[in-house]
């Protein structure tokens, strides 16, 4: 049997995933068989992430700063929901004063490695360009901590922006601590070194096929395979 009909769907996660995790997991997931239950926790958090990045986009139809009239209450979100909301849309028009134009903006992203057959998944990112014309794609993550560009948050960046034409600059925030760092580069090469690195973390995993053994572990909590986990039978 195929290990990955339709290809390896690779996601940020699977490229940070250290020697500890569950390679059975991981594998599952790569083939998008999904298991039996999702966690309710993580799509909530993700509802917040959809609709903030839903109105930035909004807010951004033309060429202006956002302001905070362009984040209207939600009313479908819970009182927790509703703050964090709040919150994000606070960081967001006080990290990036500057004037933006958004271009449109898709739930996912998804791209197909030619030379691999690995399908790229990313989540939603705010990409467009400032007054200047300079391409930027806005990485914000509504965290109360410091904002990060880890290695696998540009690869992805790089590998989602691979068929521009252009540079693009990279405006890393965490919105919630209203935190934002130096803008970073990307270009044709860091773009080449990217893809290569993804690569190779991404063979770490779909080399294994139907190898891959389960590590009872951190990966157990919530794991959604666990029902026909070999490390789970009595
Ligand atoms: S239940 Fe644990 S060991 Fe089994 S596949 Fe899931 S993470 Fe791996």
Redesign the pocket.
């Known amino acids: 049997m195929e290990s990955f009909p339709n290809g390896p769907r690779v996601t940020a996660r699977h490229l940070r995933a250290d020697d500890d995790a ?1 390679a ?2 991981i594998v599952n997931e790569m083939r998008q068989y999904r298991g039996i239950h999702k966690s309710k926790g993580s799509n909530r958090a993700f509802d917040v992430a959809q609709r903030i990045a839903s109105d930035v986009g909004l807010a951004h139809t033309e060429l202006r700063a956002a302001m905070l009239s362009d984040f209207p209450k939600p009313h479908d979100l819970s009182v927790e929901e509703c703050r964090a909301y709040e919150g994000a849309a606070h960081g967001y028009v006080t990290v990036f004063p500057e004037p933006f134009n958004a271009v449109a903006l898709a739930d996912s992203w998804e791209s197909v490695d030619q030379d691999t057959g690995n399908r790229w998944i990313a989540p939603v990112a705010i990409t467009g360009h400032d007054s200047a014309g300079t391409a930027h794609v806005r990485d914000i993550k509504i965290l109360n901590a410091p904002a990060t560009l880890d290695q696998t948050s540009l690869a992805m960046i790089a590998l989602r922006t691979a068929d521009w034409a252009t540079a693009v600059v990279v405006d890393a925030a965490s919105l919630l601590s209203v935190d934002r760092l130096q803008p970073v580069l990307i270009d044709s090469e860091t773009r080449d070194e990217a893809t290569q690195w993804a690569r190779m973390r991404a063979a770490r995993w779909t080399g294994l096929g139907p190898d891959a053994r ?3 572990g951190r ?2 909590n919530g ?1 959604p ?2 029902t026909s ?1 070999p ?2 039978q009595r």
């Open positions: 569950c059975r997991r389960p590590k009872s990966d157990c794991c395979f666990v986990c490390a789970h």
